[in-house]
């Protein structure tokens, strides 16, 4: 099925470094042009070429010549009359003349027109640059329109470009010294409205400019809440005294979202999704953006885009948006997120002055993250870790193999250890509530869970310490845990992590934090599945009752709490994320049910978030009910299901 991008609020934009002959403005009228069809076949919407890109920026005093400026008139007018054909806009850079001044000037073109016209802000005049020797600055204009092909074209820098059939595009136009001032003129036009932010360059290429051109490009689309693209000068520039790489980039919100290969000779462009519908989210979301207003007014120009149809989305898109591809990326992650949980930790001792802690270590992976960052914390206060004690609780569906690994490790790590069978006393309890012992129904799992929390809860009443809770994020969003039980604690140490990162925290721990016999236990425990173990193990005592069995793959279920909770995305675009995120690892009826619970349960299991114990944040999801998430406990999923059933019934009908 082919995907009409507008309806998830995405554009196709596009970066251009064209081939480039300096003042063979025909020449470079064919290379954009060649370009241009080639993007416009790919779906491009909004193509950006380099500053001064139709005559060349290292003209010099060619700038000077009729025959160079007269040519360049022409070729505008005819670069924009081949747009309606496209279907797309252009941004293009050129020198152009108004009352007597030489302006440095981008121009947008759209719908067979130009729309307007905005000259640059900020001329350098240090180092290897004179633009002041040829250009006046946009201050010194004296007219808001510009003369050109009999026409009065808006010029200044207070001009938006506002696409009538995609209300959240908003594009704002800067050149190239403009984003490396202290000030930059998109901050501006970000805060008048502007989504999408053009920066034509001719950026000469010296050692370590490179990363310092891409992080000033991040940070600027993360300041303005923004799209950034940003087209830069190519190899064809004169190399007299420069070079220039062709190094064009576009960023969205501080990420980069798809860049060019420097030094190449031949044309290169390339495209990319920015998502217009998260952008305005976050702006809405981030009060500090709307508690800055433009210090002028703009002049909004309205333009017509055609639309993309597509059959899958050109972004960056992670199946585990939690956890990054690059292993030197994750273990970076898990550094930090490792020493957020450690120093929270810290800080809840000292502050409390407790020398004793209580956790409940079970084998499996969240208490045994729980564990490692208790121990780390100790080290930190400088507490023995005799003074964290570890209890296994064993039960009906305990088996060999977890009940081994918690006790080994926490002898291997000093921690005391205690193991106290909640058996007999929840046998003693179903008799007391009428329950007969044998059903596995909810009642069955939950009385073993409270059991286990009552224990622990005491224990820590007599030794004067705290309950260290082990559920983690995953678990809180799903409401996978017993309210009143593993649902609870005194300081729940990993309430901020999803389930697809622990299990690599745990590896980085077995690599970075510990070794020897430690770190073989860590590796079993990864390599064992998730289970609550609350219903009885098979006839060779394996793990029978899998999580992900009941309640599905967790990949899933964090894939669509990143999306729905950190970017707000509504139900059909999640399930146009997942379907090209999981292409051939699940069908779109195993998506549709997976999303459909995750639904129904993030809702219906609100209530258990919020009477949540302390814990630390440690990245851009949270749901904790003092800080990130406020939710009713009695909120209605019915308006996200129906939309997922519409969206479910497109794609089974459209294949």
Known sequence: MQLKLSDYGLLRIGVATPELKVADVQGNLAAMIRVAEEASTAGCRLLTFPELGLTGYTCGDLFYQQSLLDRVEETVLELATLTRKWG?????GAPVRQQGRLFNAALFLAEGRVCGCVPKSYLPGSAEFYEERWFAAAQDA???????????????????????????CVVGVEI?????????????????????????????????KEGYRRSLVQAQSARCLAAYAYASAGVGESSTDLVFSGHSLIAEYGGVLAETERFRAESQWVLADVDLQRLQVERRRLNSFSAATPRQPYRRIPFALEDTLAETVQRPLSATPFVP????????????????QTAALAKRLRHTGIRSVVIGVSGGLDSTLALLVTVKAFEQVGLPAGGIEAITLPGFGTTDRTRSNAEELSRLLETSLQTISIDPAVRQHFKDIGHDGETPDITYENAQARERTQILMDRANLVGGLVIGTGDLSELALGWCTYNADHMSMYGVNAGVPKTLVRYLIQWCAEAEFSGEVSRVLQDICDTPVSPELLPPGKDGEIMQKTEDSIGPYELHDFFLYQIVRLHAGPAKVLMLARQAFEGRYPLSEIVKWLRLFLRRFFSQQFKRSCLPDGPKVGSVALSPRGDWRMP???SADLWLAELEAAEKQWSQNG
């Open 325 to 340: 591809s690059r292993t030197e990326d994750r273990h970076r992650n898990c550094h930090e997120i490792f020493a957020i």
């Open 633 to 635: 406990s009695d909120a």
């Open 88 to 92: 797309m806009a252009l941004v293009v």
């Open 176 to 208: 190239c010294e403009d984003a490396w001032v202290a000030e930059p003129p998109s901050g501006q036009l970000a805060l008048a409205g502007a989504t999408v932010l053009l920066n034509l360059s001719a950026s000469p290429e010296t050692l370590a």
């Open 142 to 168: 004296v007219t808001e329109t510009l003369a050109l092909g009999g026409d009065a074209i808006p010029f200044g820098t207070n001009l938006l470009f506002v696409a009538e059939n995609l209300p959240d």
